[in-house]
């Protein structure tokens, strides 16, 4: 009798517990918060962290954690912060209060006069803040020294206040004055933060800061008109030197990192600043030197410099990289008026770029221009680049023998339907500018080798890895032999497959490349064969990736005391581990538990590590090491108030398509989950997602898709099943793959069948809008951008790249593999528009009017065929959005409307006014038609 009186009240409990708990709604999303950037100091002391709203409504902080004493220091809305080398001062921004922000905008003040970012030091021996500065717009602090440079905007307005006079008698008003001095233009601090001292830089334009070095640079310009000069100030003494001064104009202020050499752009006086010509200038020494003129000197003939890009020093000041162009003389007729100027598009069929391109790219190719430097020690200038080339890319310190110059022109035409792109690369000699054809038609751009002797590349025909001796160009297959493919084996793509990937190089220059499970470690010489250093991947299913760790260059394999880091992602559970490989021998770090591990970050020179760890009913908390990974502690805490609410499982599911294909998908589970009830259920889908898993889902407004969190906290089930393809076959694969899984899934007996519904975004959008044409097994649909007619949409633009739509269609993820005419069956067949007359489920979409990759009309085409044939449909198109919804008031707008859709048939819940009765034009934005219909 007592066991079943606990057994009773233990069920009682759990049941309290659930009825205790929330239901996710759409007024919740704003109490989730993310983490955004997170650094760890030098040498390990400090780990910042910024955490900001899931939505942007609403405040944030940032959090400073002291490694040391593990105290946490914690500022309202602080952001940007950077730490002092001796790691004694973090310096920050603060953003105004959110609602601040949004009361001064709907007052409608001025934007100078609004609330601006404030700039805090705090003192990290002290934990307290040492010192604030007001109205900042941006600070840069010095890498090893101890100054910040803060820009600040001008001081507000002041208003005039007027005084009444006392005892009814009547005086003259006047203005009470403030003692605080104005300051009418925008200015810059240089600021000490060991002694907290400050120098004020009057009518500041802009600055450049030596990461390395106590020297300042900065130019001046008047309120209006001219600008001043350019200066340089030590930051040891406070001293001022005037460099330059008497030019119309100064732009582009660089230094090197020491601070030895600056380097600027000049022109001279002119009353048209559209038609400034400008110079290069070179500082170094207390001399000053002119590298380049406007009569051409250094440069090529009917050259001129480019005011556009930026002159910039290799990473020991050995060369100064700078931008020049032919002389563009082409001028407006300014005897017409506007009015009389004709505005058109000339498309032309052998144009290398079709204008929606060159509109997309406009400013791109307004700008170009062609790289060349200047040699300090030489005196001399070398072009390495002509007009028949993309660009040139160098080694990370630009300062090697060689550069690889890319020339895509000759392969233009064809980027409209094939792919890989082509192109050409040459190995140019950085030391004389001549330039030899190196690979022709390639399909992947090489990577150059840490000691700039070799490039490494992936030949896409060959589907190997081969390298490139620059002296010579000789090239030598690094793969063959091996015994695994190093491309994609799974790829079900009609084009040639790409590579798994690189990794990177080792400490000896090793390149690090993958396979489907592994890394090679392979020399760049060819003279030894490769190894596979992680030896049991393909063995024990999973897949190992070298760790990088080093932001300046990611290219750079890490270790961890002397042992080369690896992550392992099991394919079996989905979780991930860290392991340290060193003379053959694999060490677990970290074991792959029940968690998906990412964002790794390192300190520069100690070996203390951050992490964050997270699976779908755990946040992505930081957590910090500092003895090898042994032991770990959990730094933050972000989203404490989940325990308040409803939540959910995620679990692998596994079954068998209908023509035999082992298939892998996710279904999530309400927490409270009974086997024995029936669950509505939403499957969503996009080529493979099984591997996410583990991964976390925020409550948070859709900008296309259905969030899993919310629904399983509302008693829903959501289904995403993996799905393969097969050339010419995309409709009829999904079907193969989402229906066989939704049929598999019903077997389990928790299913509703009679309320299931479908939802998918863009290609998902597409795969949804087919299957409705060919099952009506669903009872209602949810399309976002969705292609409905391949035939039109060929010959489309994605209008935000500017590119014509048939390599998709032909080559990519389409996967017809055949172009209109060769394959117009196969458009016929794939496009739901074709379909329509079979359709029973209700289907809302939505389908933008500024989307840059699906064209707008495709929704259209969609929702008027559905019209014409009275099947129930809705459009939702957001004015001014892209492809996915990026403003919070639409993605909010977006998740309200979904779900009534779908709780009104999967539920039975009433409809809204917006589904029943429509919203007239003349109502939009004033009545929104949530209001239920209960009619």
Not at 845 to 873: S, T
Request: charged share 30%; with cysteine; hydrophobic share 30%.
């Amino acid at each position: 009798m007592i066991r079943k009186i606990t057994l009773l009240a233990v069920l009682f409990s759990v049941s309290f517990v659930f009825s205790q708990k929330k239901a996710i709604s759409h007024d919740d999303y704003d109490l989730w918060k993310n983490i955004g950037n997170t650094q760890i100091s030098d040498k390990g002391k400090l780990m910042i962290s910024t955490v900001v709203t899931t939505t942007g409504r609403g405040d944030g902080y940032l959090m400073i954690y002291n490694t040391d004493t593990k105290s946490k220091f914690v500022f309202h809305n602080g952001y940007d912060a950077s730490v002092s080398a001796d790691e004694n001062y973090v310096v920050f921004k603060r953003k105004p209060k959110y609602q601040d922000v949004r009361k001064e905008k709907k007052k409608k003040v001025k934007k100078d006069d609004r609330e601006k970012d404030m700039l805090f030091v705090y003192d990290v021996k002290n934990n307290r803040i040492s010192d604030s500065v007001s109205r900042v717009k941006k600070y840069e602090l010095s890498e090893k020294g101890a100054w910040a440079v803060i820009e600040k905007f001008k001081n507000k307005k002041e208003k005039k206040k007027k005084e009444k006079g006392e005892e009814g008698d009547k005086k003259k008003d006047t203005v009470k004055k403030k003692k605080s001095k104005v300051f009418e233009q925008d200015y810059a601090l240089v600021y000490n933060l060991k002694t907290g001292g400050k120098d004020t830089l009057h009518q500041i334009k802009d600055f450049a800061l030596a990461e390395e070095g106590p020297s300042l640079y900065y130019s001046l310009k008047k309120k209006k008109g001219s600008d001043i000069g350019v200066y340089a100030y030590d930051l040891e003494s406070g001293a001022k030197k005037m460099i330059d001064t008497g030019k119309y104009a100064y732009d582009k202020l660089i230094t090197d990192k020491e601070g030895k050499q600056f380097a600027y752009m000049a022109a001279k006086d002119s009353t048209e600043t559209d038609s400034l010509k400008f110079e290069l200038y070179h500082y170094t020494g207390n001399t000053l030197n002119k590298l380049t003129d406007i009569s051409g000197k250094n440069l090529k003939k009917d050259w001129e410099l480019s005011k556009d890009i930026s002159p910039y020093f290799s990473e020991t000041g050995k060369r100064l990289f700078f931008y020049s162009r032919p002389e563009i003389n082409l001028q407006k007729d300014t005897t017409l008026l506007d009015e009389e100027v004709p505005q058109v598009d000339v498309w032309n069929w052998k144009d290398e770029l079709i204008q929606p391109e060159q509109k997309s790219r406009f400013k791109q190719l307004k700008e170009r221009a062609f790289v060349s430097y200047y040699s300090p020690e030489s005196k001399r200038v070398t072009h390495l680049q002509d007009e028949d080339m993309d660009f040139v890319f160098f080694d990370r310190e630009g300062e090697n023998r060689f550069a690889i110059g890319v020339n895509s022109i000759p392969y233009s035409i064809q980027r409209s339907w094939e792919s890989p792109w082509r192109r050409d690369f040459y190995v140019i000699d950085a030391n004389t500018g001549q330039k030899h054809l190196a690979l022709s038609k390639a399909g992947n751009q090489p990577v150059l080798s840490p000691d700039g002797n070799y490039a490494l590349y992936y030949d896409v025909d060959a589907k190997h890895w081969f390298s490139i001796r620059l002296s010579d160009r000789s090239k030598t297959n690094l793969t063959d032999g091996l015994g695994v493919p190093f491309y994609d084996e799974d790829d079900d793509h009609p084009s040639l497959p790409p590579s798994h990937g690189f990794g990177g190089f080792d400490a000896d220059g090793n390149a690090l490349i993958y396979d489907k499970y592994d890394v090679w470690k392979i020399a760049l010489d060819g003279k030894t064969k490769g190894v596979n250093i992680s030896a049991n991947g393909r063995k024990d299913n999973i897949v190992y990736r070298v760790l990088n760790l080093d932001p300046e260059n990611r290219r750079k394999a890490s270790y961890l005391n002397k042992e080369l880091l690896l992550t392992g992602f099991d394919k079996t559970t989905k979780a991930s581990g860290l392991y340290s490989l060193r003379k053959g021998k694999m060490r677990e770090r970290m074991k792959a538990g029940e968690y998906l591990v990412s964002g790794y970050v390192k300190a520069k020179d100690a070996e203390v590590y951050g992490f964050r760890k997270q699976n779908f009913t755990t946040y992505p908390d930081l957590y910090l090491s500092k003895d090898s990974f042994r032991t770990s502690n959990k730094v933050t805490d972000v989203n404490p108030q989940q325990k308040d609410f409803k939540w959910g499982t995620a679990e692998l599911f596994s079954w068998k398509a209908y023509d035999g294909t082992e298939l892998e998908g996710i279904i999530y589970k309400p927490e409270n989950f009974d086997p024995s009830k029936k669950y509505p259920v939403i499957t969503y889908f996009y080529e493979k997602r099984s591997d996410t898993y583990r991964n976390y889902r925020s409550p948070q407004p859709s900008a296309s898709t259905v969030n899993s969190s919310y629904l399983v906290s509302n008693d829903y089930i959501m289904f995403v099943p993996d799905i393969v393809y097969k050339d010419g076959k995309p409709g009829p694969s999904a079907y193969n793959c989402i229906v066989s899984g939704v049929d598999a899934l019903v077997k389990e007996g928790y299913i509703d069948t009679d309320n299931m519904a479908l939802q998918g975004q863009s290609w998902g959008g597409y795969q949804v809008a087919y299957l409705i044409t060919v099952t009506d097994k669903f009872k209602a649909a949810m399309a976002g951008a969705p292609v409905s007619n391949m035939t039109s949409a060929y010959g489309g633009i994605r209008w935000q790249s500017g590119l014509s739509r048939a390599f998709q269609y032909e080559r990519t993820q389409s996967r017809l593999g055949k172009n209109l005419w060769e394959g117009f069956d196969l458009y016929i067949e794939n496009s739901p528009l074709f379909g329509i007359p079979k359709i029973k489920t209700p289907l809302l979409m939505m389908h933008n009017d500024n989307d840059g990759a699906v064209p707008y009309y495709q929704g259209i085409e969609m929702f008027m065929g559905m019209r014409r044939l009275q099947k129930p449909a809705w459009l939702l198109v957001y004015n001014d959005e892209a492809h996915n919804l990026r403003n919070v008031k639409n993605r909010q707008d977006l998740s309200i409307r979904m779900m009534q859709f779908f709780d009104h048939y999967l539920k039975g819940e009433p409809a809204p006014k917006w589904m029943t009765k429509g919203v007239p034009r003349t109502e939009k934005g004033i009545d929104f038609g949530y209001d239920l219909d209960k009619e």
